[in-house]
């Protein structure tokens, strides 16, 4: 074995890399930059241009060109492409490689083509009310009732998921550790919310929170209110469960040869379990845990049996209504909430998407359909 020649390149230490600092000067210049805002102010004309098509070729056809008058679409519009074209702009010039693995076809495409099917769909809607195939007049009055269950269906999603995401995590680990006492507290747990059907759940965690609160002297809004959330957190406990295995399976999938490498080298357990493992069991447990999302948005329409009023506790008071006024309300009714949905649905699970691409690394993804 020959040994390097003194002064050569093997005997100087690799310096570590200089991180950079946050500062107002390096932001200023960044926002001066012309290469950041040229594919901003493109991506603002080509989102008004678009709009303006759409406009003019969809609902302006139906509605008339006053339609083309809605000027606050336009500026919405605008505001939108021109943050858009900011973070891709800012994205392929100062984190190329982040880019390179975000904006792409494959990313994106998927989304392109859902959001114009979804547009040109609308418009097809509209077209046969307009040819009197339904009552048109009857869908535009109850989209108002359904948006508003739509944005507590939002509210109680954000709440959910990531009480179920984090609850699931530590319960996952707990089942992986050595410890005999929280592998089975941890596999009791997941035993017992997975063998209870969510809406027993849900309706027992709200009756039990009435039941403890009545005569605690807290007036009956606040306890209505309490129990409402009660019934959500029950719905939270029910997919920690199911994500709990999930995050299980991503755990002990990881070779145990590195992380005996890994304690060969003098790295702790806990830094190995952050550093080694977990990165390479959350790459294996963002797809599963993807349909576990999409399921539990579906789930929260159990939480009309105890009093909300989300998007299937607002679609069942409209039905209910409607039949006096018109036959084949229900119909559309449940047609507009099951497109919100699965708007919902689709914009979770393209999420989770374009996080694991994101995160991917070439050779160790998981195989697609």
């Known amino acids: 074995m020959t040994e390097a020649p003194i002064g050569s390149s093997r005997d100087v230490p690799a310096l570590p890399k200089k991180r950079r600092r946050f500062s107002g000067r390096r932001l200023l210049r960044a ?138 995590f530590l319960v996952g680990w707990a089942r992986t550790t050595k410890s005999l006492i929280l592998r089975g507290l941890a596999a009791y747990y997941v035993d017992f919310f997975r063998s209870m059907p969510p809406i027993a759940l849900i309706f027992f965690a709200s009756l039990i929170g009435a039941l403890s609160l009545k005569g605690s002297g807290i007036d009956q809004f606040t306890v209505y209110h309490i129990t409402l959330w009660l019934g959500v957190v029950a719905l939270g406990f029910h997919t920690a469960a199911y994500q709990a295995e999930i995050i299980r399976a991503g755990i002990l999938s990881v070779p145990a040869g590195q992380t005996e490498a890994a304690d060969a080298v003098g790295i702790s357990k806990i830094r190995s379990m952050f550093v080694v493992v977990l990165p390479q069991a959350f790459r294996i447990s963002l797809p599963p845990l993807g349909n576990e999302f999409s399921s539990v948005i579906k789930d929260t329409s159990l939480l009309s049996v105890i009093g909300w009023f989300e998007l299937s506790g607002v679609g069942f008071t409209l039905v209910s209504e409607s039949y006096s006024v018109y036959l084949w309300g229900s119909v559309v009714i449940w047609i507009e909430v099951a497109m919100l949905y699965f708007v919902l649905t689709y914009l979770v699970t393209r999420t989770v998407r374009v996080i694991e691409d994101l995160f991917k690394v070439p050779g160790l993804e998981v195989a697609r359909l």
Do not use: C, M
């Open 31 to 168: 926002l001066l930059d012309l290469k950041l805002w040229v594919p901003a102010l493109a991506a603002a004309g080509i989102a008004v241009a678009a709009a303006f098509v759409f406009l003019l070729v969809g609902l302006a056809g139906f509605y008339g060109a006053a339609w083309l008058r809605n000027y606050e679409a336009f500026l919405v519009t605008a505001v939108i492409g021109l943050a858009a074209g900011l973070v891709v702009g800012w994205t392929r010039r100062y984190h190329p490689r982040a880019a390179a693995r975000i904006f792409t076809w494959k990313a994106w495409g998927s989304v392109i083509v859902g959001s114009l099917a979804t547009y040109w769909g609308i418009v097809f809607l509209i077209g046969l009310g307009r040819l009197h195939v339904y009552r048109l007049a009857f869908a535009e009055s109850q989209v108002a009732p359904i948006l508003s269950g739509f944005y507590t269906s939002l509210e109680v999603v954000a709440v959910i998921i990531p009480l179920g995401f984090g609850l699931g």
